[in-house]
């Protein structure tokens, strides 16, 4: 690395103005529905279709996408975009297919769909569980991980448990203070300035390596030092490693490649997808966060368009940086990796820090590390305050039934301090993962295809029931985690000493997409047969909770409240967590205003101090009038025809891109 890569006086300037902007709009914005359960977790469903758009690219573009897809970009070339491309459509599902239900149902989260669609807690517990454990072992690890990779090459001064630990706590006050108005405020501003200097730097690699055409010709030609001195030294194991693959332009690829086979991308990919988009929490909050039906259409298609940007943003400037420093991103030689960048298994993962720090000049450096600093807080805050709404509404209320609103708020608080204590100890495993993108796709194969196979039968088949859908998530269960122990079993095997590779066939031949293609179809039996074996759910408890009762007016009795009434006999332990905001319980004995100045603070940080006895209680017509508002999906005939046809253009510029670069 060159010793002017550190940072001039003036990027550090432009770190502290980037910060400054940010902590400001969202200490603006965290003034508004942070006094509730509603307003912390959904926004006050207020959200306006481009921030809950931004905010929706924002959470899914972490630092992790800037490393890994440039990453896979200087590796293989341009095939790793396909997970971009695939989620334009995936989007499109969302909005059109899943939110509807998601809104007529009224919920907050998604467990707590499939506790009102089946009934019972321990399909809900487990889903709880399991997305708590996803967030922390993938989501938290792989940010944290890739912003680690760009602070080490950035400020090699700098400690890392310090740095890491100080955009954690950053990202822990965002939505400590605020909720879900702050996080996706900060998102839509992050999703800016990303955008823009990804934008910027993206114009000087292309200048920098002669324009698009040049690039495609020097990709071919980027081979390190090692691979070209040692090419007819038959001794030498290395010799076809450090070599771009003929592929390397191509999106639809040989079912037998190593990487990205076409039928794993066209629909392994697309079940991995479908859980990620259409079913996890981080994602379906923000749609749900628009104020009606049509924001979040458009906030779907908003997103989507901005789905186009990462090929361009990311993974071209990655094949770039492999052009220009082929040594070192592109080395094939483990000794020589490891001196580049402390990794035997390649150093593509610094492709992307590596073109900011030798490419770009004083100040605009600084832009780019805040661009990566805004993608790890940007990512963080959306999983913490994700991960607090599943604690605190899926898990604390089924340990602490009669909980007060109060204590929901505190506690969903706690959740985010305790996510940030388990992230930091998680730091030094994390940071002995190798291939850190294709690991977080294989995990998602392991886990994602059992959870998408219930939520798409909960969703388009009324006769699937609880039985069904609980037998299939557990077979689902014991395959997935049998083939991931079985997998990481085995040691990674550098290139060039392949003979050593131990793993029997169902391993090293079955693609990691593939399996999850075989995992769907086993779990989506398992459901169906179990379901069709079992007494099926009365129709009176499914009004407006699959997609063709989605329009239903008839009054829906949930099987959660049916089960707790029969448990507990009290009405008051099977509310609703809308209807919780106008049955909040006094927050202290004295006044508020008599209260001294500690705890005030303590309040305004738990964001509770409007809710004091003065606060207006809704009668009974105003809450059934709100509710109604909020789970109304009928949109306007002129209003539907502009979103279907702005879906149509999406789906046909997705489709020529898919085409052209097949």
């Known amino acids: 690395m060159a010793s002017d890569s550190r940072l001039h006086w003036g990027d550090i300037?432009?770190?502290?103005?980037?910060?400054?902007?940010?902590?400001?709009v969202g200490i603006i914005s965290s003034c508004r529905n942070r006094g509730s359960i509603g307003g912390y977790f959904l926004a006050g469903r207020s959200m306006h279709w481009i921030p809950v758009g931004a905010s929706l690219f924002a959470s899914n573009i972490g630092s992790g996408h800037f490393v890994g897809l440039a990453g896979s970009g200087a590796a293989s070339g341009i095939g790793i975009a396909v997970f971009e491309l695939n989620a334009i459509f995936i989007l499109l599902i969302l909005g059109w297919l899943f939110v509807p239900v998601y809104v007529a149902a009224g919920v907050f989260t998604m467990p707590e769909?499939?506790?009102?669609?089946?009934?019972?807690?321990?399909?809900?517990?487990?889903?709880?569980?399991?997305?708590?454990?996803?967030?922390?072992?993938?989501?938290?690890?792989?940010?944290?991980?890739?912003?680690?990779?760009?602070?080490?090459?950035?400020?090699?001064?700098?400690?890392?448990?310090?740095?890491?630990i100080i955009l954690l706590a950053v990202a822990a006050i965002f939505t400590i203070g605020g909720g879900l108005t702050a996080v996706i405020w900060t998102d839509f501003i992050q999703t800016?300035?990303?955008?823009?200097?990804?934008?910027?730097?993206?114009?000087?690699?292309?200048?920098?390596?002669?324009?698009?055409?040049?690039?495609?010709?020097?990709?071919?030609?980027?081979?390190?030092?090692?691979?070209?001195?040692?090419?007819?030294?038959?001794?030498?194991?290395?010799?076809?490693?450090?070599?771009?693959?003929?592929?390397?332009?191509?999106?639809?690829?040989?079912?037998?490649?190593?990487?990205?086979?076409?039928?794993?991308?066209?629909f392994g990919l697309t079940i991995s997808?479908?859980?990620?988009?259409?079913?996890?929490?981080?994602?379906?909050?923000?749609?749900?966060?628009?104020?009606?039906?049509?924001?979040?259409?458009?906030?779907?298609?908003?997103?989507?368009?901005?789905?186009?940007?990462?090929?361009?943003?990311?993974?071209?400037?990655?094949?770039?940086?492999?052009?220009?420093?082929?040594?070192?991103?592109?080395?094939?030689?483990?000794?020589?990796?490891?001196?580049?960048?402390?990794?035997?298994?390649?150093?593509?993962?610094?492709?992307?820090?590596?073109?900011?720090?030798?490419?770009?000049?004083?100040?605009?450096?600084?832009?780019?590390l805040a661009v990566m600093m805004s993608a790890l807080i940007s990512s963080l805050t959306s999983i913490f305050n994700s991960s607090s709404t599943i604690f605190t509404m899926d898990i604390w209320r089924r340990i602490h039934k009669n909980a007060t609103e109060v204590e929901l708020m505190i506690v969903g608080r706690l959740c985010v301090i305790v996510l940030v204590g388990v992230g930091i100890a998680w730091i030094p495993i994390v940071q002995n993962i190798s291939e850190l993108f294709h690991y977080i796709q294989a995990i998602t194969s392991f886990l994602a295809p059992p959870v998408c196979a219930v939520y798409v039968l909960a969703v388009f088949w009324k006769r699937t029931n609880e039985p069904g859908a609980f037998w299939g998530l557990m077979v689902g269960l014991v395959v997935g985690i049998v083939r991931f122990a079985w997998e990481y079993s085995y040691s990674p095997v550098p290139c060039g000493e392949e003979a050593r590779d131990g793993r029997p066939d169902i391993i090293s031949k079955v693609h990691y997409l593939h399996f999850g293609i075989i995992l769907f179809v086993i779990v989506f039996v398992v459901t169906v047969v179990v379901s069709l074996l079992t007494k099926p759910i009365d129709e009176k408890h499914l009004h407006r909770l699959t997609f063709m009762s989605r329009y239903s007016t008839l009054e829906r009795m949930d099987l959660s409240e049916v089960e707790e009434e029969a448990a507990a006999g009290d009405a008051e332990g099977r509310a609703d967590p809308q209807m919780a905001e106008s049955r909040a319980s006094a927050l202290a004995e004295e006044p508020y205003e008599s209260l001294p100045w500690h705890k005030k603070m303590c309040m305004w940080i738990c964001g509770i101090e409007k809710m004091t006895g003065e606060q207006h209680q809704m009668t009974d017509a105003e809450m059934r009038a709100l509710e109604e508002k909020q789970t109304s999906i009928h949109m306007k005939p002129m209003l539907r025809r502009l979103l279907n046809v702005n879906a149509l253009v999406l789906m046909t510029l997705a489709v020529f891109l898919w085409g052209f670069f097949a």
Request: with cysteine.
């Open 13 to 24: 300037l432009v770190i502290v103005g980037y910060f400054i902007a940010v902590i400001s």
């Open 113 to 164: 769909y499939l506790r009102k669609r089946f009934g019972g807690q321990r399909i809900r517990i487990y889903l709880s569980v399991l997305a708590l454990l996803l967030y922390v072992f993938t989501k938290i690890s792989a940010d944290l991980y890739s912003g680690a990779i760009f602070l080490t090459q950035a400020l090699p001064e700098l400690n890392l448990y310090v740095a890491v």
């Open 192 to 266: 800016v300035i990303m955008v823009v200097g990804a934008f910027v730097l993206m114009i000087m690699s292309f200048i920098k390596v002669g324009g698009y055409e040049m690039l495609r010709k020097k990709y071919f030609e980027a081979y390190p030092n090692t691979t070209l001195v040692n090419w007819d030294n038959g001794s030498y194991p290395y010799t076809k490693c450090g070599i771009p693959p003929e592929n390397s332009w191509n999106l639809i690829r040989s079912p037998e490649d190593g990487d990205l086979p076409w039928p794993g991308v066209m």
């Open 273 to 368: 997808s479908v859980w990620y988009w259409c079913s996890d929490q981080v994602i379906v909050q923000r749609a749900l966060a628009a104020k009606n039906l049509a924001h979040a259409k458009a906030g779907t298609l908003f997103a989507g368009y901005l789905k186009f940007l990462p090929m361009w943003l990311i993974v071209f400037p990655g094949m770039v940086s492999r052009v220009l420093f082929p040594d070192v991103v592109g080395c094939g030689d483990p000794d020589e990796c490891e001196r580049h960048c402390g990794s035997r298994s390649g150093c593509t993962n610094i492709a992307y820090p590596t073109l900011v720090l030798e490419l770009m000049p004083a100040g605009l450096r600084g832009l780019m």
